[in-house]
């Protein structure tokens, strides 16, 4: 009870729980409205938004604003964020390690751009 009362503090604390929560919400019912309510939803909405924010690194014009509307963020601030978040939660309990790990593939269709690649 106490880890979860003082990650709750930290996510309030933190402009990114705001918008975690948000976007876990609006994931949430998208996959529910998806499933037919038929089965269980089993899903990481810190690992989506993660992901995300990677290729809003790399997004411009219409593709992050589409990302930050649907990551509830500001594109200047969502890592800045992250990398508060993650610095807080290892203060929790410093014996505890928290691996996340991401990938994303580029199609090589779409030319990436080398200020995102460097």
Known sequence: DTYICQITETMAANP???S?????????KQLISESGRSGNVFYSPFSISAAL???LAG???????????????????IHKHF????????????DVKL??????????AFPVLDTYLS
Do not use: C, W
């Open 16 to 18: 990114l729980g705001e």
């Open 20 to 28: 975690l929560l948000s976007f876990s919400i609006d994931l949430y």
């Open 53 to 55: 924010s990677m290729a």
């Open 59 to 77: 997004a411009r014009n219409t593709t992050a604003k589409q990302l930050t509307e649907v990551l509830h963020v500001n594109s200047d601030d």
């Open 83 to 94: 990398s508060s978040f993650f610095s807080q939660l290892s203060g929790f309990s410093p």
């Open 99 to 108: 691996h996340v790990a991401n990938r994303m593939y580029a199609d090589r």
